[in-house]
């Protein structure tokens, strides 16, 4: 339903930051119930302040378009990290693996916890915590991301009573057969989450989905041990208490079940977990670039990159407000790789983009190239469509942000704006528009590095800040 991109926002007097922009699909965004789930999302995500939840900075909105700015973090997925280490022949050791759930532990039960403007609970239950929704940071730190179906009691969006949303191996039975949910069902997730951290395999793996409910609601559970030597048997009875098919055999809260863990195994310093995450992540270098200089490379790379200037607004009166603009740009790329990986990715102009795959029902992520054809390695390397199931999909051209077309007597100014290309983007937020065009050395133009308009607004030229 959405692309996770990871962007460089510029704005003016040098700032620069990285964040992650998760776009909804054009197609989607035409289906009210899909538009309420994200909108639901971002609000949701915006009261979390948490260091164990990603937050959402910023929405925005326009022309069937939208987007939810993000807190980019660099780090792996469990999802990821598992694989990783299964490949490599080995596991995650006990405490960090212990480690990572306590950290996702605390992020939910913020979650739980969290009231509305008024002092009343929200309600909100993830329903899909997975190893795939959490991201552990090469800070050390790991946090619930991905609220896409998360439910609370403001959600604008209401699902059907047969409706199931998240990944079935990870939902208690309650939830498989649309019971009356409250938050231990994050509870469970979290139950089967430390299984498999533990031990690097799935506990629930059937052929099929029968077959998968028939594991969940009948077969016996294994122990971690079982798979695992040398775990104490305090920490199966805590895995096998937050996996109790009645909600009510459960740990009463996320910070319970943390402070189970907490009390049966030391858990390793931030220190600690960040030097091992970062013999499996491999840090992305985002090069700083520029921003196309030309329309024609606009043209030659808006079907897979989206360039723009950002826009916010200024101190003017709201009839003025046109500011020097910051930058925003992204490109969709592979996602984190384990070191050692031979595929790198280089990102163009003013954005990196990295995809974060978000895995999950109801929670992909922005445009997918229907027919892109192959681009030259100018300023990005993207992968081919045929690797679309490991990568993030390429923009199409029809999907480029970019913004109205600018008031005649601005575009008249080329050193302010170009003529902008028409596209989408934004509303009641900031605004991309195409990027003015910079030269391409610097020139004795910038004895003066800003312009004055008609009405006596100073706009200070791109390519002297």
Same mark, same amino acid.
């Given at each position: 339903m959405a692309t996770v991109y990871l962007a460089r926002m510029r704005r003016p007097m040098g700032f620069s930051r990285l964040v992650a922009i998760k776009a909804m699909h054009p197609q989607f965004a035409k289906?009210?119930?899909?538009?309420?789930?994200?909108?639901?999302?971002?609000?949701?995500?915006?009261?979390?302040?948490?260091?164990?939840?990603?937050?959402?900075?910023?929405? =925005?909105?326009?022309?069937?378009?939208?987007?939810? !700015?993000?807190?980019?973090?660099? &780090? #792996?997925?469990?999802?990821?990290?598992?694989?990783?280490?299964? $490949?490599?022949?080995?596991?995650?050791?006990?405490?960090?693996?212990?480690?990572?759930?306590?950290?996702m532990l605390l992020g939910l039960h913020e979650a739980h916890q969290t009231k509305d403007d008024e002092g009343l609970p929200l309600s909100i239950i993830h329903r899909d915590v997975s190893p795939h929704n959490v991201l552990v940071g090469v800070d050390g730190l790991s946090r619930v991301l991905d609220f896409g179906v998360a439910k609370a009691r403001q959600n604008t969006h209401r699902s059907n009573d047969n409706e199931i949303k998240g990944k079935i191996p990870y939902m208690p039975p309650e939830q498989l057969f649309g019971e009356a949910l409250d938050h231990r069902v994050d509870v469970y997730a979290a139950g089967v989450t430390l299984w498999e951290a533990l031990c690097c395999e799935r506990l629930f793996d059937g052929p099929s989905e029968t077959a998968l409910v028939r594991q969940i609601s009948e077969e016996p559970i294994k122990k971690p041990s079982d798979r695992v030597e040398g775990l104490p048997p305090a920490l199966d009875a805590l895995v096998l208490k937050a996996l109790a098919r009645e909600a009510n055999d459960r740990f009463e809260s996320a910070l319970a079940m943390a402070e189970a863990i907490a009390s049966i195994v030391p858990l390793p310093t931030r220190t600690e977990v960040s030097s091992w995450a970062r013999q499996y992540v491999t840090p992305r270098e985002v090069p700083s670039g520029k921003i196309p200089t030309s329309e024609q490379q606009l043209a030659d790379h808006m079907a897979t990159a989206l360039v723009g200037i950002l826009e916010r607004n200024s101190m003017r009166s709201p009839s003025q407000r046109r500011t020097a603009p910051g930058?925003?740009?992204?490109?969709?790329?592979?996602?984190?790789?384990?070191?050692?990986?031979?595929?790198?990715?280089?990102?163009?102009?003013? =954005?990196?983009?990295?995809?974060?795959?978000?895995? &999950?029902?109801?929670?992909?992520? !922005?445009?997918?190239?229907?027919?892109?054809?192959?681009?030259?390695?100018?300023?990005?390397?993207?992968?081919?469509?045929?690797?679309?199931?490991?990568?993030?999909?390429?923009?199409?051209? $029809?999907?480029?942000?970019?913004?109205?077309?600018?008031?005649?007597?601005?575009?008249?100014?080329?050193?302010?704006?170009?003529?902008?290309?028409?596209?989408?983007?934004?509303?009641?937020?900031?605004?991309?528009?195409?990027?003015?065009?910079?030269?391409?050395?610097?020139? $004795? $133009?910038?004895?003066?590095?800003?312009?004055?308009? #008609?009405? &006596?607004?100073?706009?200070?030229?791109?390519?002297?800040?």
């Open positions: 289906d009210p119930s899909f538009v309420s789930m994200f909108m639901d999302e971002a609000r949701l995500t915006a009261r979390l302040r948490h260091p164990n939840v990603v937050p959402t900075m910023d929405i =925005v909105a326009e022309d069937g378009h939208l987007l939810l !700015v993000m807190e980019y973090v660099e &780090g #792996a997925s469990l999802a990821t990290l598992l694989r990783s280490v299964k $490949n490599a022949g080995t596991k995650i050791p006990v405490p960090i693996a212990c480690a990572i759930v306590h950290d930058t925003l740009a992204m490109t969709p790329v592979p996602s984190l790789r384990p070191a050692g990986s031979a595929r790198t990715t280089r990102v163009a102009i003013g =954005v990196a983009a990295a995809a974060l795959l978000v895995a &999950g029902a109801a929670v992909a992520q !922005v445009a997918r190239t229907e027919s892109a054809p192959p681009v030259r390695e100018v300023h990005v390397v993207v992968p081919q469509p045929t690797q679309l199931a490991e990568t993030a999909p390429v923009v199409p051209a $029809n999907a480029a942000l970019a913004t109205k077309e600018a008031k005649t007597k601005e575009t008249k100014e080329e050193t302010v704006a170009p003529a902008p290309v028409k596209a989408a983007v934004m509303a009641k937020a900031p605004r991309i528009v195409v990027a003015a065009k910079p030269a391409e050395a610097p020139s $004795n $133009n910038c004895k003066i590095p800003y312009t004055i308009d #008609a009405n &006596g607004q100073k706009h200070y030229k791109v390519e002297c800040m």
